[in-house]
């Protein structure tokens, strides 16, 4: 039982270049999020996804899309990497009974 | 909007009492939370509380709720070193997602 598991743990960009983050969970839980957290402010939401198939936006989703095209798996791809989006990358997950919320690991983001 | 203050740092001396306050502004919260983040790695969930509690004790931790001042501490007794971390205060907005504050360093000196 791994939990929340991100891939890649470290990633270091050009400007222009994409890529995507993935997030995988065994806990078979529903909702799923996206948050970045930037040193002294804290984690922000980007996007969340309450189901299968459903995404909407949180606070920051300037420069991402995401895709939830399973159960498992939500992923964050940025199409043109800016050094703005330098950050800590965390996906979490939710219980059913809406109490916690469990992250991973998170994926480190550099973008020159 | 919703926002969440902590502090960004408190130092302890090791056996010594530990608490980080936290406010926040949204009084539709229901629920309210502490995360720990040790240097790098990711949140752990440590406990948190009902918007209808006033106090929950779990082992060394426990947390207060002032919900007329909108106000929630953490208490960590018999601080360790390996409690060293950062320490986020996070309330749950409208039943989807949290709202974190800055965090809060702890720096425990033996």
């Known amino acids: 039982n791994a939990g929340v598991t991100q891939t890649p743990k470290f990633q270091v960009l050009k400007t222009g270049q994409s890529m995507t983050l993935q997030c995988a969970q065994d806990m078979n839980h529903n909702s799923m999020y996206w948050y970045r957290q930037d040193p002294g402010m804290g984690l922000r939401l980007i996007y969340y996804?309450?189901?299968?198939?459903?995404?909407d936006k949180g606070e920051v989703p300037n420069g991402y899309n995401v895709s939830r095209l399973n159960k498992r798996e939500f992923s964050l791809r940025l199409e043109s990497a800016a050094p703005s989006q330098t950050s800590v990358y965390f996906c979490?997950?939710?219980?059913?009974?809406?109490?916690?919320?469990?992250f991973g690991p998170g994926t480190r983001l550099t973008v020159l | 909007g919703e926002d969440v203050e902590q502090s960004l740092f408190l130092s302890v001396r090791e056996g010594d009492s530990s608490v980080i306050n936290c406010t926040y502004t949204?009084?539709?919260?229901?629920?309210l939370y502490w995360y720990k983040q040790e240097p790098g790695a990711g949140l752990q969930l440590l406990t948190y509380i009902f918007s209808n509690m006033d106090m929950k004790q779990d082992q060394r931790l426990t947390v207060l709720l002032n919900k007329k001042d909108k106000h929630l501490s953490l208490r960590i007794a018999d601080t360790q070193t390996g409690d060293s971390a950062i320490y986020f205060c996070?309330?749950?907005?409208?039943?989807?997602?949290?709202?974190f504050g800055k965090g809060t360093t702890l720096s425990v000196s033996s």
């Open positions: 979490a997950t939710e219980d059913p009974s809406g109490d916690t919320q469990y």
């Open positions: 996070a309330e749950r907005e409208g039943g989807t997602a949290l709202i």
């Open positions: 949204d009084s539709s919260s229901t629920y």
């Open positions: 996804s309450a189901s299968e198939g459903t995404t």
